[in-house]
């Protein structure tokens, strides 16, 4: 539990209206707040931003306006202009919440590119202590992937790998390639689905559904 876990209970406990819901992990909170137009979100989503300082000043807590920032997951061409401290929150078409990038279609798709980039970066920095090929033991290389890479790519995958699109699963597949091909010392032709199945491991995309 962290520090701040009796805070957040105390946060989750706050009378809030119907369609918010305010969810407390460490010194990070997010908003979620559902509406059916427009006018009745901005309404909403300022009622809950006004009464907000009153609590992190009541637990002598400071908050960082330039840091916070609005999402709006919908058709509307353009979110509502709320004010947090009489100045406009930032609106994007993304944010990052404990580890997991939020894109307002809800395809994963910036967080599955962000996860790609950073397991190549830990790809390399293996390749650099254990050189090109790897030269560890064969159960060392599966147990290095399984709880490095693997883990670190289906974090969060409760949220993002619901019925995951053909451009995702190709995506989680590139990511997987580049390390079985040194879990398993085959060529580089090799094909992915066969990498797979020299030493069993499951494609992200199952593991992750």
Do not use: C
């Amino acid at each position: 539990m962290p520090e701040t876990g009796p805070l957040s209970r105390s946060m989750i406990s706050e009378e809030w209206q119907p369609n918010v819901h305010l969810q407390a992990f460490a010194d990070d909170f997010i908003f979620v707040i559902s509406e059916p137009t427009g006018a009745k979100l901005k309404a909403t989503a300022q009622a809950a931003l006004t009464k907000f300082p009153h609590w992190t000043n009541k637990h002598h807590l400071k908050v960082s306006t330039e840091k916070s920032t609005t999402i709006l997951i919908s058709r509307l061409v353009s979110g509502p202009r709320v004010k947090w401290d009489n100045q406009i929150n930032k609106s994007y078409t993304s944010l990052k919440y404990l580890g997991v990038i939020i894109d307002n279609k809800l395809n994963w798709v910036d967080h599955l590119i962000n996860m790609k980039t950073k397991l190549t970066h830990l790809h390399q920095k293996i390749t650099r202590i254990a050189g090109t090929n790897w030269r560890l033991n064969k159960d060392f290389r599966r147990r290095l992937y399984k709880t490095a890479a693997e883990r670190m790519i289906l974090h969060g995958a409760a949220a993002w790998a619901y019925s995951l699109s053909a451009r995702q699963s190709r995506l989680l597949n590139s990511i997987q390639r580049k390390f079985l091909i040194n879990v398993t010392g085959a060529y580089s032709t090799t094909p992915t689905a066969a990498l797979q199945v020299i030493k069993g491991i499951v494609p992200l995309h199952m593991k992750a559904e």
